[in-house]
């Protein structure tokens, strides 16, 4: 069986991995948070910054602000095309994927999150 990087074709240089965090900002999958707060589930969770793109339905972020410090909490969104067979299972779903990407600046301070059009 081809592995994952094999299969995609990564550059050589290229790592991979479920999670990565730079400038004290963690980047996930998101797998084990769902439903529409799930950004903020996992945020919470890591106690840190944190950007998912797991839940497909959801696009956005909060700023999430304590007495001791403030993180965000981002949800990118995906980059399918939903009307592609390899997604046909959600044909049905009441929600549709939110197409989008976002970018986190700053050194990690802040973000922003572009929904972009069917």
């Not at 972020?61 to 965000?72: N, P």
Request: hydrophobic content about 35%; charged content about 20%.
């Amino acid at each position: 069986m081809k592995s994952f990087r094999n299969l995609w074709n990564f550059p050589i240089g290229w790592q991979d991995d479920f999670t990565f965090e730079i400038d004290g900002v963690r980047y996930m999958h998101g797998t084990g948070f769902s439903g529409q707060n799930a950004h903020i589930k996992a945020a919470e969770a890591n106690r840190q910054s944190t950007v998912i793109g797991h839940t497909h339905s959801t696009l956005g972020g909060v700023y999430l602000v304590s007495e001791r410090d403030r993180i965000f909490a981002v949800n990118t969104g995906c980059g399918i095309d939903r009307h592609e067979y390899a997604f046909q299972y959600g044909r049905d779903f009441p929600k549709k994927p939110a197409l989008g990407c976002s970018v986190v600046t700053d050194r990690g301070l802040f973000w922003q999150t572009f929904a972009m059009n069917l």
